[in-house]
């Protein structure tokens, strides 16, 4: 445990500064225990399922959506229990401290196969093991240790930094996965190419890397939740009248009126849609349109990295532009017509000619370069849902940090897995099959989904944040009366 007088020093004033050791951990954890391994889902579980395990694309697309409908549920159950208990060990340090385990131990049963089970066993096993890690596993990690930041500071800055950082650490499980995890399957496949042996220890190795940050995150995120002696921070009790404690429908009438929050957790919806057929459909498009498997791994690395530095880029943002939604919309525009530039340079190239340029040629370059503008993208969601929380404090003065950040966690989770069922509908539609030569039409569908449809999702993103009603001014305006009527209630108390 940390010094006395580290807690001492803990600061909720606006102008605060958070220790970088705290951001850093605070950025690691919930990006690694549940983005790598959603990482690992978007760009290979779609594969694993139809070329490995052998399912259809269809059926394995429809238990993907299927298996985490579910997750929609419990992620919005797990965002009211955070606001109103507080477990001993802190209000949002417990929710992650028990997800490890489950976390850990359902990664690998989702990467395990049993090439002599029955059709129907292998169904019900694919379906169980991914529900179970979405719907249970997974929501006890992510949602709390994602509200950690609301409770950590109240500076617009430090929250836009903590939001670069996970960015640029979800970059960060992006290139692992893109660059480690395949080439790890085929070595671990063996000289057989057992690609079932070789997806189940590749995940056991990439599992214990990605839950191992929760019990940093566990230490140094103590004494912003609890005293050093082991009690509660004041302002995180949970009311104990029970008379007065929201309900589940208090909870929801006031999320409803929310229009910041309502606008940003919907919308992200469309960007995980766009984000999981981009990077479920990588492998195909350099598998099967490309015809350069090897050179998957080479061209995320460089596409990834770019990314981080996207990523790093979006306080920059902030400054440059003057407000965090007006950066967040003019960066969503910038992804797509970026993408687009790169769909029309592929779909106007003859087939051998895009496979030659795409071999570290100009194509290669613009296919790398379009990861900076993703970077700065996918960041803004994580930057601008802390303001949404601080609105809600403003026009009803309650906390739905947990409520908020779980439809968050719910609508990702919805997007994700409308992202694979797209994903599979389009190989099916198209007479995918599996380890065999595709048709023109199957290529050009390839094509489309994986490249031109996210671009165009991007600018209905980027159209429906306009709606958000958010300013970095009126931010501190709230901010500022929140803290003038705290002030208040102490000097009535």
């Not at 909720?12 to 220790?19: I, N, R, T």
Request: proline share 4%; hydrophobic share 50%; charged share 15%.
């Amino acid at each position: 445990m940390e010094s006395k007088a580290k807690y001492d020093a803990v600061s909720w004033d606006p102008s605060a500064k958070l220790p970088f050791r705290d951001k850093l951990w605070n950025s690691i954890a919930p990006i690694f225990s549940c983005m790598l391994p959603f990482n690992i889902f978007g760009y290979y579980l779609l594969y694993f399922y139809t070329d490995v395990v052998g399912l259809e694309p269809a059926l394995a697309g429809t238990i993907i959506m299927f298996a985490r409908t579910f997750d929609v549920f419990t992620d919005i159950m797990i965002g009211y229990f955070i606001d109103r208990f507080n477990p001993k060990i802190g209000k949002y340090r417990f929710w992650g401290l028990i997800s490890f385990l489950p976390q850990l131990i359902d990664l690998i049963l989702v990467f395990t196969f049993f090439p002599s089970a029955s059709r129907t066993f292998t169904i019900v096993w694919c379906a169980v093991t991914y529900g179970c890690y979405g719907a249970i596993c997974a929501t006890l990690g992510y949602i709390p240790q994602n509200c950690q930041v609301i409770n950590m500071t109240k500076n617009t800055e430090e929250r836009a930094s903590v939001a670069g950082w996970k960015g640029l650490f979800e970059n960060i499980t992006i290139l692992l996965v893109a660059v480690a995890y395949l080439p790890l399957v085929n070595l671990l496949a063996g000289p057989t190419n057992n690609m079932a042996r070789g997806f189940l220890l590749a995940t056991i190795v990439f599992s214990l890397a990605a839950q191992i940050p929760i019990l940093f995150n566990a230490r140094y995120t103590r004494k912003y939740e609890l005293n050093y002696d082991g009690t509660y921070r004041e302002h995180l009790l949970t009311n104990k009248n029970k008379e007065k404690a929201l309900s589940i429908w208090d909870e929801l009438k006031y999320f409803f009126q929310n229009r910041p929050a309502v606008v940003i957790t919907a919308s992200a919806i469309i960007l995980y849609v766009l984000q999981t057929v981009r990077n479920s459909m990588t492998v195909y498009l350099f598998e099967y349109y490309f015809q350069m498997p090897e050179m998957t791994s080479i061209s995320l690395f460089f596409s990834c990295g770019l990314s981080m530095l996207g990523a790093m880029l979006v306080s920059r943002l902030v400054k440059l532009f003057k407000d965090s939604n007006r950066a967040f919309i003019i960066m969503a525009i910038f992804h797509s017509v970026m993408y687009a530039i790169l769909y029309l340079w592929i779909a106007m190239s003859p087939m051998e000619t895009a496979q030659k340029s795409m071999h570290f040629g100009p194509m290669f370059i613009l296919y790398a370069f379009c990861g900076l503008f993703q970077g700065m993208y996918y960041v803004f969601p994580n930057v601008m849902m802390p303001a949404a929380v601080d609105y809600g404090i403003y026009k009803h003065g309650v906390n739905q940090s947990g409520f908020i950040y779980s439809f968050f966690g719910a609508f990702l989770t919805l997007g994700g897995a409308l992202g694979s069922f797209v994903s599979s509908m389009l190989l099916s539609s198209t007479g995918y099959v599996a380890n065999a030569a595709q048709s023109a039409a199957t290529l050009s569908g390839m094509l489309f989904v994986g490249i031109l449809l996210p671009a165009i999702l991007s600018v209905v993103h980027g159209v429906l944040q306009m709606f958000c009603g958010i300013t970095d001014k009126k931010h501190d305006e709230w901010v500022k009366d929140i803290a003038a009527r705290g002030l208040s209630l102490q000097e009535e108390m």
